[in-house]
């Protein structure tokens, strides 16, 4: 066998493999063994047929054709192990040339993992933000404490800002009710700024079992496009609106949220949890800006295969995100302003950007031994099972040997993530 190289892109290899007689005479044998077994002869039991004898009713051209398929499929992998190369999946295979008996020639073409050259992972200009815990951070908690202890009583009087209504509405535009604009017993705290401009101050005023409109324009940089300066009318029926007492923010009301004896306990217990939380945040922020980092200052190209799987992952996600909210992908796509051809062409540059960061990574890994204990890995299996304890085709899958590698395989990639941290602390 013979081989001859070429390279396409960084990623993606054509081999043109000659096999020569004593290839296809290997192959041949191999070809009538198989045939031999479906070959009827008078005095032997099928499949019992010696290979000589069987030889004499096989068809000339099925031998060919059968002896030319396993010479293909037993040495194209070969092919790329004498090159050095590995296949990312099956490689596609074309028959150039075929003399039966004496040669035959194909090309296989397939993406590979690409070469790989590292930057200098232990000097990324990178930089991990202060945590920072403002009174602004604090007194926002605070004041959602206070408004869930909020005493709430219904009264007939005229609606006024910080009462909260329910009300029914329905939103038109050009005269028909558009999506996402009608809601019935809809919970609403005037003067909170969560409807359009207007919306809000033009239920004040009003009272229990009052009908009305509000005529509006959108904002003209609202996120949905066909709404965005948009001129719409809500008709809107009052049904209750309720008296909001709000508590004094003191000692006795820390005590109802905790262990707490003062107030001055419970804010330092709001300071600390926002301190984790935004340790966290930005924990992940900063591994994910040492990644960028490392993939900008390494040679490394994204095959197509991989880059088109993790679209499809991408799709998928969005697809049953849609279908929690009762919506196809296409109609998601549709009430977000985003068109099929905009989607795709920011889904392949997530997806790019996900494949180069994951072979980055699994380089790291294996230039610096990172790895990871069977104990690592069985703990995370168990862990999965109780996640998953209901659900029997998810138990199933933990049980393939080939998830329990990919297991493996991605804590493997979040230990090159704490040590690609660890590197390049300050």
Known sequence: MKTKFKKISD????????LDKD??????????????KDIKVEGFRKGKVPVDIARKFIPENDLNTETLDFAVRSTVIQAFQKEEKSPLVLPSVSVTKHVPGEMAEYTATADIIPEIKLGDYKKLDVKKPEVKVTKKDIDGVLDNIVKSFAEKKATKRAAKLTDEVIIDFTGKKDGKAFEGGSAKDYKLTLGS?????????????????????LELTFPSDYPAKDLAGAKTVFEILLKQVNEVTLPELNDELAKKCGPFKKLDELKADIEKNIAMQNESRLENKYKDDLIKALVDKSKVAAPEILISDQIKMIREDMTRNAESRGMSFEDFLKANNETMEGWEK???KIATERVKASLVLQTLAVENRITVS??????????????????????????NPNVKMDIKNRLIVEAAIDFLADANKK
């Open 11 to 18: 990623s993606r290899v054509e081999i043109t493999v000659t």
């Open 23 to 36: 290839d296809l005479k290997k192959a041949e044998e191999k070809a009538l063994e198989k045939l031999a």
């Open 193 to 213: 700024k969560t409807f359009i401009p207007g919306f809000e101050d033009g239920i004040v005023g009003h009272e229990p079992g009052d009908k009305f409109e």
């Open 346 to 348: 920011e889904a392949r």
């Open 374 to 399: 069977d104990d690592v890995v069985n703990a995370k299996i168990a862990e999965l099972r109780d996640v998953y304890k209901k659900s029997p085709e998810a138990l199933k899958n933990l049980k």
